[in-house]
């Protein structure tokens, strides 16, 4: 179903191949031989096409889909519709995703550099790297095997870059070393000076940002997302991190592995946020905190202290879960009392 | 008043054409003949100027300036000082809108196409097209007639866009079909794949994200926002809608027509809005709700569940307007005596 | 320990000299012959570094770091390790900006013009300045001296720049007056026509945007930040007012001298700003209101009224400071009432 304009089909696979190939288990083994032609969305998939049911919210859609087969978690399958085969799968968005990159797998980019790139004559690009229309490369930059520089992106002095990088039309970096298989989207800005000023009755007195941006490997990076440099320390985004759109890391910040930070959030500087913790859309972190690792941030939350490894907070100021629940049952009674006494 | 290094004046209007262009009433008819030469606001307007009055925290700046005419609702005109026709409108706005685009038209692109700009052998361009520096269009994009691609902009293999569109410079496009008569502002990253990974104790794993963005006609998108491409579904912005800076918009995300979407605004994925909707500065809202058409959404407010058609809500977490308020009040009511048995 | 792929290092220093650049006092005078090599924070200094304590929260670093030298407040200077020289400082933040500049003094751009740069031939461009690859230069701009443009950035027809400017990669601006010492960083969007339209039954009229953006000296403006033009009053921004990424302006919005605006804050059209004013992260500000100088917004603030002068408020709504602290008090007070009563 996917727009030939924009995506490749590989090509069509039989059932029991995308079962194994998944790890899933057919609800009906006689019909591994079925041939699937594409994937597709529950409510508009055809009677060759492969789906997936993850959110419960979608049950309905997935009573009448047409699909002829479906991933979907055990305890679910017999609510397929007749004529649906269900691929069993304790976690059917993955599976979904491993089965929907056989028939979608991710073109290599064409090895090639753009006449129009500016790429200094001490800079080291590794083999197999293809370098688009206006991309400036500086001095001493070091990029390894296999990565895609996009149009317009800028790589300033120093910088060094992993292999199997694929870097956006109009990201600027600098001051940074980037691990391998890092995914930075269009219009980000790396490694910019922090926002840092001594205050005093003469106004500002900029203070010398000397610091780094450190991109582990693995790490995603939204667009128009904005990080910076260390003030002395180092900013560093750890291993795995998905980092989404619009997303503002201050000066010195040190994130974790694998966590997962929704758009707009905004870390102030020289916050430390632990290994797997997800940080919900538009919230805020002060500066100088310590968030654990595996701590889960409601959106728009505001947070002005330490959260603990494992603690889930929400509100602004953020408080635990469940407290900010029962906080808003009790404001909402007393509206609704002051509603009546009004009455 | 306006600059002349940034605007070009097209000449003078008399009172009374400017009262036809814009179905004003003019409050003495006599002065039809008099002869303006330019629009101003309200307190720096001088004698031959048209100014206007809105909102209703100008009036005392209305009373006093020394416009010549003055675009007003019917109600206000009495207040209007001596001297200052009033051209009373119901919709003194729209109707200052309509003169003002009579004095500073829209000045039309020169229809060149820059040396530096790289456009694919397969793509077809539109007549009377302007391409600027640095353009970057890919292979089978198709453009429009009149459309202005601006320095730098990346339009990716495939795109469509119809005519008399303004793509703002350092734009990215791709996996997406546009509209006529759409305005992407500076920035915007259009289509980019959606913040989509399957999770589990091994990492993280990317779903391919196969959809694509549909821009209807007359869409506006604000500088430096982001809008996702759909992850099988499609994203989609409905006709007329104004979408403001730095808005994130998540992959699937259905947006109807003329909804107003102001700056900062968070859409989490799959979420869907009806047409008429306005959502205030930095609202967020989850994935996989509904919000109704004509819904009004406070600016900050975190929209967990649906909203009703008509429905206005505020407060993170939103509540109805009223509650909203109300809450607030008790809140401030309870501070109060805890101060009070503090001291 | 600046990493020497990015920083250059001046020199070394003793440290009777470094206490007279920075109007310190050495807790030992006899040390004042003592060679400093290089800056660095408290954790990771070595024994010939320099450092400084200025957040409280560090105190246990200060008390076991082996750096050379340290500046610290006149009270907290009894706390060093011994082998620590003191240089005492009521402003150690400042001291240590202007000593870590002695270090690594900022960098001349080296006054070239790529050839890949598009200068109009009617613009004027001041001496020393250095023009980068794809930048974009239109009719009848002015340039003052030793600016820098960095690549790709776009500056339209008729802006002014004063000197020492620093216009980042992929900047785009329009319609402004720029003074001297602006320092524009990466992605920044200066100057596009304001989120302004007439609304009724028949849609939105687009209203004309003829104000500008007016931008005075010395003023920082973050990454990715946008800053609309006026719609008939200009959009301006006070001398030394500092703007972090991410950042919205809207058109008229008049912002005073030496105002800090953190990332990601959002100021609706027409409001005001007076001096000195603090604005903190995510704090979102309606239009048409009025900020007194000195005034301080908490982070996620949302303003809908004035703020007097040299006020301090939070919350969303907000309200006074102490006002918002009690009433998350009482609020955290009576959830726990709720609990026990569920208990």
Chains 1, 2, 3 share one sequence.
Do not use: W
Request: glycine share 12%; aromatic share 4%.
């Amino acid at each position: 179903m996917a727009d030939r304009r924009f995506f490749r089909l590989a090509g069509s696979f039989e059932l029991g191949h995308l079962a194994g190939l998944t790890g899933s288990t057919l609800s009906d083994p006689s019909r591994a031989g079925v041939k699937i032609t594409d994937v597709a969305p529950l409510d508009i998939a055809e009677r060759e096409h492969l789906s997936f049911l993850d959110n419960k919210k979608y049950i309905e859609t997935f009573r009448s889909t047409k699909a002829a087969a479906c991933f979907v978690r055990p305890e679910l399958a017999a609510l397929a519709p007749e004529g649906t085969v269900c691929l069993v799968n304790r976690n059917p968005y993955k599976a979904y995703a491993i089965a929907a990159a056989a028939f979608y797998p991710a073109e290599k980019p064409k090895a090639v550099r753009a006449a129009s790139a500016a790429v200094h004559e001490t800079a080291i690009i590794g083999e197999d790297c293809t370098i688009e229309e206006g991309a400036v490369i500086g001095a001493n930059v070091r990029i390894g095997a296999r990565c895609r520089v996009q149009a317009h992106a800028v790589i300033r002095e120093g910088v060094e870059i992993g292999d199997d990088c694929d870097i956006g039309a109009h990201v600027t970096i600098s001051h940074a070393l980037v691990g391998s298989k890092v995914r930075i989207y269009p219009g980000a800005c790396i490694g910019r000076q922090g926002f840092g000023f001594a205050i005093d009755a003469a106004g500002f007195t900029a203070v010398p940002q000397l610091g780094r941006v450190l991109i582990e490997s693995d790490v995603e990076i939204g667009a128009n997302t904005t990080i910076d440099r260390g003030a002395g320390p180092d900013t560093v985004i750890g291993q795995g991190t998905r980092i989404d759109n619009l997303v503002q890391i201050g000066h010195n910040v040190k994130i974790g592995k694998y966590c997962i930070i929704v758009a707009q959030v905004g870390i102030s500087g020289s916050t430390q946020i632990g290994d797997f913790a997800m940080l919900g859309g538009q919230a805020g972190l002060a500066g100088h905190i310590k968030i654990g690792s595996g701590a889960k941030v409601a959106a728009q939350s505001g947070i002005t202290r330490d959260v603990g490894a494992g603690e889930e907070v929400m509100g602004s100021p953020a408080v635990p879960l469940r407290q900010s629940m029962r906080q808003a049952a009790v404001l909402a009674k007393l509206a609704l009392k002051k509603k009546g006494s009004e009455e």
